[in-house]
T-cell receptor, first 114, second 114 residues
Framework: AQTVTQSQPEMSVQEAETVTLSCTYD???????LFWYKQPPSRQMILVIR??????QNATENRFSVNFQKAAKSFSLKISDSQLGDAAMYFC???????????FGTGTLLAVQP | EAGVTQFPSHSVIEKGQTVTLRCDPI?????LYWYRRVMGKEIKFLLH????????ESGMPNNRFLAERTGGTYSTLKVQPAELEDSGVYFC????????????FGPGTRLLVL
């Protein structure tokens, strides 16, 4: 069975600083994908970044980057130059198999202090 | 391009009543997923449609839940009769292809069963 663990229920960061959100996962799939989704207070969940497990290079999207350690089954999200709009619940998720259903962690609530 | 929409945004019902949630996926997306987040826990997969066919319904909690996708466009999720533990946020997501594709989420329906 696939599992995703986020060990940080809440995190806080000062505006313009850098923060790293942790995520570990376990899967029996040989071909899988990893995602970070963001859910701001307005509730629409949006994709932040995705990583194909077969790629060694860490994914990057502007101020968001991941540290993908496949052997350790770790997939952390780094947010650089944090902005007030980054405040949200962040979910780590994995997918794989025929249906590609997402397995989510419990989420990390990120607060950004001005 | 319109995103995934869900209706209603909120629903408050009494135990034993029936509620029907609706999801309209992104136009052209054959894959439609239902997820729910109960009482601040992790978001859990309910089921997956490919067009009008149920591909995977392993996450459906019991036979009080019935999902349909007639015509392969919008989907409904009916809960009958509703129980207190059904309270939570029900998310719908869609993707064009199942394998490797990012799922795009709707805003969710917040269900409260009293």
């Amino acid at each position: 069975a696939q599992t995703v663990t986020q060990s940080q229920p809440e995190m806080s960061v000062q505006e313009a600083e850098t923060v790293t959100l942790s995520c570990t996962y376990d899967t029996s799939e040989s071909d899988y994908y990893l995602f970070w989704y963001k859910q701001p207070p307005s509730r629409q969940m949006i994709l932040v970044i995705r990583q194909e497990a077969y790629k060694q290079q860490n994914a990057t999207e502007n101020r968001f980057s991941v540290n993908f350690q496949k052997a350790a089954k770790s997939f952390s999200l780094k947010i650089s130059d944090s902005q007030l709009g980054d405040a949200a619940m962040y979910f780590c998720a994995s997918s794989g198999g025929a249906t590609n259903k997402l397995i989510f962690g419990t989420g990390t609530l990120l607060a950004v202090q001005p | 391009e319109a995103g995934v929409t869900q209706f209603p945004s909120h629903s408050v019902i009494e135990k034993g009543q029936t509620v029907t949630l609706r999801c309209d996926p992104i136009s052209g997306h054959d894959n439609l997923y239902w997820y729910r987040r109960v009482m601040g826990k992790e978001i859990k997969f309910l089921l997956h449609f490919v067009k009008e066919s149920k591909q995977d319904e392993s996450g459906m909690p019991n036979n009080r839940f019935l999902a349909e996708r007639t015509g392969g466009t919008y989907s409904t999720l009916k809960v009958q009769p509703a129980e207190l533990e059904d309270s939570g946020v029900y998310f719908c997501a869609s993707s064009q292809e199942a394998s490797s594709e990012t799922q795009y989420f709707g805003p969710g329906t917040r269900l409260l069963v009293l």
